[in-house]
């Protein structure tokens, strides 16, 4: 696709799409994480998406008050690397799931067994 194919709002429309389908019994153990979204990775163009924070597995005891985590999706390479709308749609889910996933710890390694990578 086109990167002007896609506007801003539809994008961050999508993105919240993929946001509800996460499964509410992982969702309710998501705290303090904002989503954003931008135009490409300020160090890497190629990549999809980014979190930034500590993992519920790494957290210190000490994490409250904390600024939030960020999962970060990159649109420009999201949208030019799919064929077409459906396969941007997938290509989200797939990656808000691989950054919600690392959220909770679970790394590339694993991500990429399960499909996620």
Partial sequence: MEFSEVSPAEFDALVSDALDQVPEELARLVRNVVVLVQDEAPDDPDLLGL????????????????LPDR???YR?????????????????????????????????????ELGYA
């Fill in 76 to 112: 420009r390479p999201l949208v030019e690397m799919c064929e077409d709308r459906d396969h941007l749609v997938e290509e989200i889910q797939v990656t808000v799931v691989h950054e919600v996933a690392h959220h909770f710890g679970i790394d590339d390694r694993r991500l990429h």
């Fill in 51 to 66: 979190y930034e924070g500590w993992a519920l597995t790494e957290r210190p005891a000490n994490h409250a008050g904390a």
């Fill in 71 to 73: 999962i970060f999706l």
